[in-house]
């Protein structure tokens, strides 16, 4: 009883309604929010009543969207805590412009309010112009966005280079080239480039590397293309290649002082003269057998790409009259894929040995087993021929064959031995450079080495020796006993004369252009 004697009775409090602490919180919320988030909810929640009133009353008139915020300004601006506003003014898109046509009216509502609005002096108008531009570029997927910019740079490679020194140039780094150069077998390609070669680079936005590309030539490119969509950035390689239009070309001339020279006042290039010599190398000596009043006549393609010629191709058919003896030449393929040329009967124009294995300038000695050595002034026979010619002239095969021997000696210099067959060996001596190894299988034409001047010379020559079964034979003589031409089969020759008909008629038309032109 004693503890209770000074008890007090106190009275129990009621509790809070429920509507009250709700409203307490909204206020509080309200308080919190910002004068731009303020502005916006007021507005929002006009809009529904607004609708609100739509809906109950059909007739009834709705203020425009203009108005609204007209009245919102107003009223914010009696506000004296609103005495720093202002009222930024944007450009709105165009009543007829495409982003207003395709927005039904509540997204033109809300555009019209992005657009137009009272904001805190310190908010930028750059930061205004963009929200704009990006509700204008979700609102319209018609809108299309800009493509990044890209720059390209080519760089040809020089002597010394390395493929770190034309990345730097280009202002990439180590890490670039690693990437590029990982990306597989085409990327460590790269590494063993040479002079001359070009590479472009396509660069991105901060000067981010998109795309390496490897100019191989105008109708081949390999191009390293950026991937960054797994966790690690790679390189993709495609290869592009490009597909020229074939032109056919008819050159024809008549020989007044050598075939070189005739052929290019003709306007045909030196590689096409070359390859007419190769052609009819088994029946023609270009030094030794052409003659004033010579005629050639040559039908070969020229590539082109985008209207510019880039190179030529192969020769079609030719014709040359020597002496008054007509011989023709005609490509074709069989169907195991061998190309070669044929004369109208569908023999071989390849003999089996050329009758000189070299484009030269004349003979400076010819077979002779009693010659006096011009360095050792010794009677020694020369059991060859020299042929002379420019330093690097290329130096072809005689015939089909297999490197038996290439190397050097005191004597010999560079040097070069091809075995054909069981019966034949072909020599070449005194080379500038060897173009083949030992074992290697040659073929008719095939360039094995340069003329030079190595070992025992007194200028740039080629000693050529023939030797049938071990013997040395004049090379100059021996040609009318060695074996004749093949011949096609005759299951082919139909085709082939069936494949060679238009070429043949419009090659005796040309010519004979050629002719009656002269004659006038």
Known sequence: MAKNRHATLTAHKKPTPQWRNLHTR??????????????????????????????????????????????SNTDNLKSPANTNRKTIALTLPDANSPITASKPASKQAAFYTQAKFTADSDIAKSDINQAIQSESVKASP???????????????????????????????????????????????????????EQLEFVLGENDQLEQVIRIKSPLESIHFIRNASGEKTRFDINRVTRTPDVRKVYRSAFINDSLSLSAQRADVSQSITMNMANIFGGVIDFVLDVRNGDQFTVVYEEHYLDGEKIDEGNIIAAQYTNRGTVYNAFRYTDPDGDTGYYNEDGVSMRKAFLRAPLDFTRISSSFNLRRLHPITKVVKPHRGIDYAAPRGTPVFSAGDGRVSASGRTKANGNYVFIKHG??????????????????????????????????LCSGPHLHYEFLVNGVHRNPRTILKKLPKAKRLDKNLKSDFLVSIESTQLQLARYSSHIKLASAQ
């Open 26 to 71: 909204a206020l509080t919320l309200l308080l919190k929010l910002s004068k731009i988030e303020a502005a916006i909810l007021a507005f929002a929640v006009c809009s529904v009543a607004l609708g609100l009133g739509n809906s109950l009353q059909s007739n009834s008139s709705v203020p425009s969207i203009e108005e609204v915020i007209e009245t």
């Open 142 to 196: 018609a809108i299309e966005i800009a493509a990044k910019p890209t720059k390209h740079i080519q760089e040809t490679l020089k002597k010394g280079d390395n493929l770190s020194m034309v990345f730097d140039r280009v202002g990439l780094n180590a890490r670039d080239v690693y990437q590029v150069v990982e990306s597989g077998s085409e990327g460590k390609a790269l590494t063993r480039m040479f002079p001359g």
């Open 422 to 455: 069981e019966s034949y060996t072909t020599k070449y001596l005194h080379l500038h450079r060897r173009s083949v190894k030992k074992g290697q299988r040659v073929k008719q034409g095939q360039i094995i080495g340069q003329v030079g001047c190595t070992g």
